[in-house]
């Protein structure tokens, strides 16, 4: 058997978001206080793992989430751009039921395919950056585990990716729970196992 090496990639704890905007790529965007205690249970259920490095997206609730799972290994954390959340033409706006967004003619050209999708970056691309982060991380961490924290979107459409199943989906489909740990594990280069765990459940 090859030599093991396991990618955790995390999402991002509970963000403060008393406005309910989509925040996106958005600076300044921090983790609540529950968002805060979720990432104390991730470090947690990471903390007997052999662990030797935690990489983040650079956005401050990707950064705050990895902030104790390093604290834990006594590492620090690093950052990588490809961790980073999807470009969304709505960042800002509110676009829950009922809001005036999707109901503006202005913008549905920007609505027209879901299957690229025509709003945002496009599922090939984030598949290929977070592979890219991955196969990254899995290298500098060979035979060992390394922590790379994320966010929804990116995190899902890796694992579609990596599952080889189409990329375009339902947004309320995905399996990645607040907090959630998508592990992936190799046995050298070969992809061997994708197990998904959400410690911060109760929190």
């Not at 090496?5 to 999402?11: D, Q």
């Not at 609540?32 to 935690?54: C, H, I, N, P």
């Not at 980073?84 to 960042?91: C, G, K, L, W």
């Not at 991955?134 to 966010?151: L, N, P």
Request: a neutral charge.
């Amino acid at each position: 058997m090859a030599e093991q090496t396991r990618v955790h990639v995390v999402r991002h704890g509970e963000v403060h978001n008393p406005t309910g905007v989509l925040y996106g790529r958005l600076p300044g965007f921090r983790l609540s206080e529950r968002g805060r205690a979720q990432a104390a249970a991730v470090a947690d259920f990471l903390a007997e793992r052999d662990v030797v490095a935690v990489i983040a997206s650079p956005l401050q609730r990707a950064q705050e989430t990895a902030a104790p799972i390093a604290a834990e290994h006594d590492l620090p954390v690093d950052t990588d751009p490809d961790l980073i959340e999807s470009a969304n033409f709505f960042e800002g706006r509110r676009v829950g039921p009922g809001d005036g967004a999707w109901r503006d003619p202005r913008v549905w050209w920007q609505l027209r395919n879901p299957f690229t999708p025509s709003w945002g970056e496009p599922y090939t691309q984030v598949a290929d950056r977070m592979s890219t982060a991955v196969d990254k991380a899995r290298a500098r961490g060979a035979g060992h585990e390394v922590v790379c924290v994320s966010h929804q979107l990116p995190v899902w459409t890796l694992r579609l990716f990596l599952s080889g199943k189409r990329l375009w989906h339902d947004p309320r489909r995905r399996e990645c729970g607040l907090a959630s740990v998508t592990t992936l594990t190799y046995d050298g280069d070969r992809l061997v196992d994708i197990s998904y765990a959400e410690p911060a459940a109760g929190v």
